[in-house]
Each structure stands twice: as structure tokens, then as C-alpha cells.
């Protein structure tokens, strides 16, 4: 069964564009993890946010943001103001209690053109 | 501070024959983690470790692929015999505890003709 829908294929913005990637998850235990990573065209994955499922404070790391809504499964993250270098593949991915393997979307693939 | 470290980053290699990847997880990190990235599948876990000692191996796809940590500084991943459809990209990640965030390394790219 899927566990991370990114239903969003292919986003395409213009530079200075906001854009919110989408995230949708599905589990049954209380106690779990969200992560947010990014693929550049280099093709490492870079860790950007994690979070538990009883915190659903959001988050603001400079011009990325992230709002976890526990009602809709969702951890959606917003990238304000893009710029070229923020043309990647990002992933969501979930871990859940005391099975911390990486379940991963299927990723968005962000283009910010100049 | 050395992230994970993985080798070769690049392998081409022919059908049948065996492949090892190597991976050397960031110092003090309890847990590693072997995935593999496909167009067709995406990313998927293979097998992971605690302390050295394989907890989840669901992910290994058939007997042909077999995965070590002999101490907790280094893990192979062995491919015997390869085969086409093994061609992908091949992760190695680790983390202090097992909830924490996974680090990768930079990922061995595999193709076997």
C-alpha cells in the first residue's frame, strides 16, 4: 500500500515564484516521522526537515516552510521566493515506530526557470 | 565532518557476473540503511542495520543479493550473478538512532549490460 502520495508529477515556476509541494501520508500507528529530502541534478539526497507526529508546530527555515496538518495527513512544503538552485526532485518520505526504514514518495520535480 | 562515504560511484559491469558495493556510514551512527533508486520503482529500502546486525531485509528482492556489516564501519551490498534489471542507482544511509534523519552517501550507480 502506498504510504506518501506526491500527487503533484512535474511543478515548472518562474523565478521569485512560491511554490508548495504536496505531501499526503498514510499510517495507522500514533508515533511516526515525516522527512522532506531534495535530489539535485547531482543526484545526492540531501536531508531537509524531519518531524515527529506529536509535533505539529510549523516550521520556517529561511525560504523553505513546512505545515504538518495531523487532520488531513498532509506535510506540505512551501518554498517562497524560488530561485534557479532550488531545481531538484523532492521526496517526502515516512518512517514509522520502531520500523525506521524510509517509505518515499514518488517525488515532485521542481524546474525554476530564470 | 566525513559524510557516507560509498565506492565505486560507478560500476558497469556484465550479465552474470558478481558486484560488491561498499559503504563506510558516518562515524558513531548506529543505524544503516541500503535503498535502491529506479525509474520504474522509485526509491525503495533493501535491508537495514542496527548496531551491525541486519534488522529488516523484506527489501532484498532474491537470493542473488546478499548484504554484511562486519564491524560499524563498513557494510557490502553483493550482487550474484547480476542482472539487467539490476541496473539503478544504490543508496547507503545512516543515522545516529533509528528515528533520526538517514544521511545519505552519493549513491553507486549500476548498470549491468
Known amino acids: 500500500a502506498q504510504k506518501v502520495t506526491q500527487a503533484q508529477t512535474e511543478i515548472s515556476v518562474v523565478e521569485k515564484e512560491d511554490v508548495t509541494l504536496d505531501c499526503v501520508y498514510e499510517t495507522r500507528d500514533t508515533t511516526y516521522y515525516l522527512f522532506w529530502y531534495k535530489q539535485p541534478p547531482s543526484g545526492e539526497l540531501v536531508f531537509l526537515i524531519r518531524r515527529n507526529s506529536f509535533d505539529e508546530q510549523n516550521e520556517i527555515s529561511g525560504r523553505y516552510s513546512w505545515n504538518f496538518q495531523k487532520s488531513t495527513s498532509s506535510f506540505n512544503f512551501t518554498i517562497t521566493a524560488s530561485q534557479v538552485v532550488d531545481s531538484a526532485v523532492y521526496f517526502c518520505?515516512?518512517?514509522?515506530?520502531?520500523?525506521?526504514?524510509?517509505?518515499f514518495g514518488a517525488g515532485t520535480t521542481v524546474t525554476v526557470r530564470a | 565532518d566525513a559524510g557516507v562515504i560509498q565506492s565505486p560511484r560507478h560500476e558497469v559491469t556484465e550479465m552474470g557476473q558478481e558486484v560488491t558495493l561498499r559503504c563506510k556510514p558516518i562515524?558513531?551512527?548506529?543505524?544503516l540503511f541500503w535503498y535502491r533508486q529506479t525509474m520504474m520503482r522509485g526509491l525503495e529500502l533493501l535491508i537495514y542495520?542496527?548496531?551491525?546486525?541486519?534488522?529488516?531485509d523484506s527489501g532484498m528482492p532474491e537470493d542473488r543479493f546478499s548484504a554484511k556489516m562486519p564491524n560499524a564501519s563498513f557494510s557490502t551490498l553483493k550482487i550474484q550473478p547480476s542482472e539487467p534489471r539490476d541496473s539503478a542507482v544504490y543508496f547507503c544511509a545512516s543515522s545516529l538512532e533509528g528515528a533520526n534523519e538517514q544521511f545519505f552517501g552519493p549513491g553507486t550507480r549500476l548498470t549491468v549490460l
Open positions: 562515524s558513531g551512527h548506529d543505524y
Open positions: 518520505a515516512l518512517s514509522e515506530a520502531e520500523d525506521y526504514k524510509l517509505s
Open positions: 542495520f542496527n548496531n551491525n546486525v541486519p534488522i529488516d
